[in-house]
């Protein structure tokens, strides 16, 4: 087990913003806890990096991993004719069918031990409770953080997603696991400076951070 490397995960449906949050928080610890050094990881990167190495796509995997891109759900030459989303879930259902469930959890748990000098790692796609498994053991329950995002107008019933919101799942497996919800408005300016400081204050909490003046 981890001595001292802290999770926090941020689950809810495609365009509820994830990725914002990721980047909120992980600017957010380094500006007022820099010796945690924080890192961002996402489960689905290998499996990205290896569907654009197979299909030898013009594009590279960041390309339609950006905020918004409707892209990944359009058929496309780099996947022969399949979605940049389709060809993700094949080859994810590849690695499912050789290695089971919780196949992806222990590669993501390889790549924290890889990556041992991050004190937090913000996890910006965790949704199925097979893929946290390996990586709540391998830190223990105390020092996971998942964060649901609920926000207006997206639902994982969208396109189809396997993942869903894990909480209620992980508390009855895990009850020391922190679980918090964070409403997402998804409007103006206003209502993104509100999730971006609600974001702040969940991990301020959660990590006991005392924030620098002027920061």
Known sequence: MSAHQKIIIFNGPPNSGK???????????????????????????????????????????????????????NPTGDFLGLSPRQAYIEMFNALEKLHGPEALGYIMRKRIVRNSFAGVVVCSDGGRLADLVPIIEHVGEKNVLIVEIHATGVTFDTHNDIRYYVGE???????????????????????????????????????????????
Not at 175 to 195: A, C, M, Q, W, Y
Not at 204 to 213: C, G, P, T, Y
Request: with cysteine; charged share 35%; aromatic share 12%.
């Open 19 to 73: 990725d914002f949050a990721s980047d909120v928080v992980r600017s957010y610890i380094q500006i007022n806890a820099p010796w945690m050094k924080p890192t961002h990881m996402k489960f689905s990167e290998p499996l990205k990096k290896g569907a654009h190495a197979l299909y030898s796509a013009f594009h590279g995997w960041e390309f339609y991993d950006e905020d918004g891109r409707k892209d990944k759900n």
């Open 169 to 215: 799942e992980v508390l009855e497996k895990y009850p020391k696991v922190t679980v918090k919800k964070l409403p997402n408005r998804i409007g103006g300016r206003s209502d993104k400076e509100i999730f971006k400081i609600l974001c702040q204050g969940v991990v301020k909490v959660w990590l006991d951070i005392e924030e620098k003046e002027n920061a």
